[in-house]
């Protein structure tokens, strides 16, 4: 992450800088070959003639006349400024003309030539193997000829490619060092940044089942690094609450799966080893309570094992009637209390599985029957968005240190550990399991009257 988010950089601001750089060297290089600014060539020719004879009255002179005498002629050339002295043309003298000869004609020619040297913007171009190319004042463009047929005459247009060829350099050094200083930072910050992240790597990597105690540092900063510490601190946390859950709900079913199967052990041996003295049938009748005993357990304890593992069923297809479910199970139950149901008078619709919806309604029935002294109420009612079902029973309640502690794994209160008060601890939290799997909750709350209060809350099939 750290050479990417460095590479990004530099390609995001180099990228600018280059395009930036590319036209620096492009308005150089057009600056350098603008013909006004290049070296000149100059040609200039003055003639001046004169008449050798005075005109006729009222005739202009005609400079193509054959009496006309040339008196002067003079050109100059270069590449400097040419200065040539003037002369009144009246003290010019010429020999054969007498004083009324007059110059009546003097004209003069100028012309100049830039050489424009073709530069390279590579710059490790030699000066001296340009070509260049003269343009003359009319625009008119020579062919390109190498500079080097100009001799001593070319040193400026070579000046010029040397010019070019430092301020190419300058600027692709420039942009290199400007890159490489933006990485340099970009990556000194990236490590600063993640120097927290390498620290939760490391505790992580060091961090085995063996050893959850452990976790993550945790800087004074609020940026992400400390959310992500903190989320990776919950994390472990809920994992060695699982953990902890798995290891005791194990410790748990051992020693659950390990009473029944002591006391059957035991009565057999017993009764093989006086086998005269022992009353077979009472042997076999045990024998049969623990193995149903057995089987219910692991019946429960494979159930849990699924339900910790299956999706919600709210994206279930088949609809549930909860008032038809209430109402069917409240007939066929045979109960040694007075079993009342108030229902409402429209169906109860819930996406999910009957059988587990069953399930539910029967652990929670079950619990009632060993806790209630004479009375036990069903009570279903819906709102705009959930069924809302409630199991009531006249017995001593919950305390409320442990409303939330009955719907763990094995949990027996103190008044409910006997075994002929039946059960091993899971009803209830398989009545959780099956309404947190309906995207339902279940909780325990004491009823105003006494008497413990289950309440079941599944969200409705709209």
């Excluded at 300058?170 to 490590?191: E, K, R, T």
């Excluded at 009565?267 to 089987?295: K, N």
């Excluded at 339902?440 to 079941?456: I, K, S």
Aim: proline share 6%; aromatic share 2%.
């Amino acid at each position: 992450m750290r050479v990417r988010v460095t590479l990004l950089a530099a390609v995001a601001i180099g990228a600018p800088l280059l395009a930036l750089a590319a036209g620096a060297g492009v308005f150089l290089h057009s600056q350098a070959t603008r013909p006004d600014t290049a070296p000149k060539m100059y040609s200039i020719c003055i003639e001046a003639s004169v008449l050798a004879r005075p005109p006729r009255p009222q005739q202009p002179p005609d400079p193509h006349a054959s009496d006309l005498v040339r008196l002067a002629s003079r050109c100059e050339g270069g590449s400097s400024e040419i200065e040539i002295t003037s002369a009144r043309m009246g003290d010019v003298l010429v020999v054969g003309a007498t004083d009324a000869d007059k110059v009546v004609s003097a004209k003069a020619h100028y012309l100049s030539q830039a050489w424009v040297a073709e530069l390279s913007l590579w710059p490790f171009t030699d000066p001296a193997g340009i070509d260049y190319h003269p343009v003359s004042d009319n625009g008119r463009i020579g062919p390109s000829r190498p500079v080097s047929q100009l001799l001593h005459l070319g040193d400026d247009l070579v000046d010029a490619q040397r010019t070019i060829n430092r301020q190419v350099l300058v600027l692709a050094v420039g942009w290199l060092a400007l890159v490489g200083i933006i990485a340099s930072v970009v990556w000194l910050a990236m490590g600063r940044v993640l120097r927290p992240v390498e620290a939760i790597r490391r505790e992580m990597a060091d961090i085995t089942e063996h050893d959850l105690t452990r976790r993550v540092p945790v800087s004074h900063a609020r940026n992400e690094i400390t959310l992500l510490a903190s989320t990776v601190n919950a994390t472990l946390d809920r994992l060695q609450h699982a953990v902890d859950e798995n290891r005791r709900f194990v410790a748990d079913a051992s020693h659950e799966l390990r009473s029944p199967i002591t006391a059957l052990r035991t009565g057999l041996e017993i009764a093989t080893a006086h086998p005269s003295m022992t009353d077979w049938p009472a042997v076999v009748d045990a024998a049969l309570a623990d193995t149903e005993r057995l089987q219910h357990l692991a019946t429960d304890l494979l159930l849990l094992a699924r339900l910790d593992h299956v999706p919600t069923m709210t994206g279930h297809d088949t609809a549930v009637d909860l008032t038809h479910l209430v109402r069917e199970h409240a007939v066929r139950r045979r109960s040694e209390h007075i079993l009342t149901a108030t229902l409402p008078h429209r169906p109860a619709l819930v996406h999910g599985s009957r059988a587990l919806l069953e399930r539910l309604l029967g652990n929670l029935l079950d619990n009632a029957e060993r806790h209630a002294t004479t009375s036990i109420a069903v009570h279903l009612d819906t709102t705009d968005r959930h069924a809302i079902l409630e199991v009531v029973d006249d017995g001593p309640g919950i305390p409320p240190e442990d409303r939330d502690r009955v719907f763990d794994r094995f949990t027996r209160l103190d008044d409910a550990r006997a075994r002929d008060s039946g059960g091993a601890g899971l009803g209830l939290a398989i009545a959780r399991r099956i309404a947190t799997a309906h995207a339902g909750t279940l909780h325990a709350t004491n009823h105003p009257t006494g008497g413990a209060r289950l309440v079941a809350t599944l969200p409705l099939a709209l």
